[in-house]
C-alpha cells in the first residue's frame, strides 16, 4: 500500500524507467513532476532487480542507534 506522499505506483515508476532507456533522466523527471535524484534510484533500483526494484520500501529506520538500552527500559518499568 503507497503512503498518501508517494509519487506513483510501481507500474507508474515502471514508465518511467522505460522512458528512460530513450531519454535524458532529467528531462523524464521534469515532465513528470519527481526530481532527477528520485527518478535516478528508481533506474538504478531498476536494473538492478527488476520490477521488484520499484515496489513501495518501507520508510521505517532499520536501526535505532540512540535507543534506550532493553536493561534501562526493563528498570523503569
Given at each position: ?24 533522466i ?9 526530481s ?42
Amino acid at each position: 500500500m503507497s503512503h498518501a506522499s508517494a509519487p506513483l505506483t510501481a507500474a507508474g515508476r515502471l514508465r518511467l524507467v522505460t522512458r528512460c532507456q530513450t531519454r535524458p533522466i532529467a528531462h523524464v523527471a521534469a515532465e513528470a513532476g519527481v526530481s532527477r535524484q528520485c527518478l535516478s534510484k528508481w533506474v538504478n533500483r531498476y536494473r538492478a532487480s527488476g520490477d521488484a526494484g520499484l515496489l513501495d520500501r518501507s520508510s521505517a529506520p532499520h536501526s535505532s542507534p540512540s535507543q534506550t538500552p532493553d536493561g534501562v527500559v526493563e528498570l523503569i518499568e
